[in-house]
């Protein structure tokens, strides 16, 4: 069964950096793109950074620039460090993996940047 668990996530002053973990099993981790989404109140759940297996990376437009994804494929964890960040990028964080076997998604963690 494939499992995908954040952390990382917290309370951080506008400004400050987190760095995300997911760490995922029951699947061959490197076949796979990778994906960070996130989901404020009220809103629709929006993408923030994917990785390839080749490691080519897309990122969401609100985020170019601040945030970096990355994965390790021995250890099955993908990373999102997130630089400079903004009120606005309060929401739960969200993992997610497409596999030949379907579509799965992490518990998530909150992340809260305030004052």
């Known amino acids: 069964q494939v499992q995908l668990v954040e952390s990382g996530g917290g309370l951080v002053q506008p400004g400050g950096s987190l760095r995300l973990s997911c760490a995922t099993s029951?699947?061959?981790?490197?076949?796979?793109?990778m994906g960070w989404y996130r989901q404020a109140p009220g809103k629709e759940r929006e993408l923030v950074a994917t990785?390839?297996?080749?490691?080519?990376?897309d990122y969401g437009d609100s985020v170019k620039g601040r945030f970096t994804i990355s994965r390790e494929n021995a250890r099955n964890v993908v990373y999102l460090q997130m630089n400079s960040l903004k009120t606005e990028d309060t929401a739960v964080y969200y993992c997610k993996v497409v596999t030949m076997g379907g579509t799965y998604w992490g518990q998530g963690t909150q992340v809260t940047v305030s004052s």
């Open positions: 990785i390839g297996r080749d490691d080519n990376v």
């Open positions: 029951g699947t061959i981790f490197s076949r796979y793109v």
